[in-house]
Nanobody, 123 residues
Framework: VQLQASGGGLVQAGGSLRLSCAAS????????IGWFRQAPGKEREGVSC????????YYADSVKGRFTISRDNAKNTVYLQMNSLKPEDTAVYYC?????????????????WGQGTEVTVSS
């Protein structure tokens, strides 16, 4: 069971990135997926999550209107489209999977974690 987060990089403020969270060893169909981030010197925080069906999506207030989470179960992948990036979005981004339909932005809820992908937004 493995989650692989990718798509991070260096981007200027106002730019965009799309993060991917690919699963191997299991199918994501029955899992809710969350994206979290941890900036240097700060605690990890929930960014967005999507239910197993894709019918429910939640966002942290800090990213609402700028980030969009989606999933493609056929590709066993969840995406986080990040637009209008700000320097304060700089962090290591992690994806996580929780068994069950519902999602949340609390990290204790999740059973499996990916290794993280680094996002740096320059001003």
């Amino acid at each position: 069971v493995q989650l692989q987060a990718s798509g991070g990089g260096l981007v200027q403020a106002g730019g965009s990135l799309r993060l991917s969270c690919a699963a191997s060893g299991f199918t994501l169909d029955y899992y809710a997926i969350g994206w979290f981030r941890q900036a240097p010197g700060k605690e990890r925080e929930g960014v967005s999550c999507i239910s197993s069906s894709g019918g429910s999506r939640y966002y942290a207030d800090s990213v609402k209107g700028r980030f969009t989470i989606s999933r493609d179960n056929a590709k066993n992948t969840v995406y986080l489209q990040m637009n209008s990036l700000k320097p304060e979005d700089t962090a290591v981004y992690y994806c996580a999977a929780a068994i069950g339909p519902a999602c949340g932005l609390i990290d204790d809820y999740y059973d499996y974690w990916g290794q993280g992908t680094e996002v740096t937004v320059s001003s």
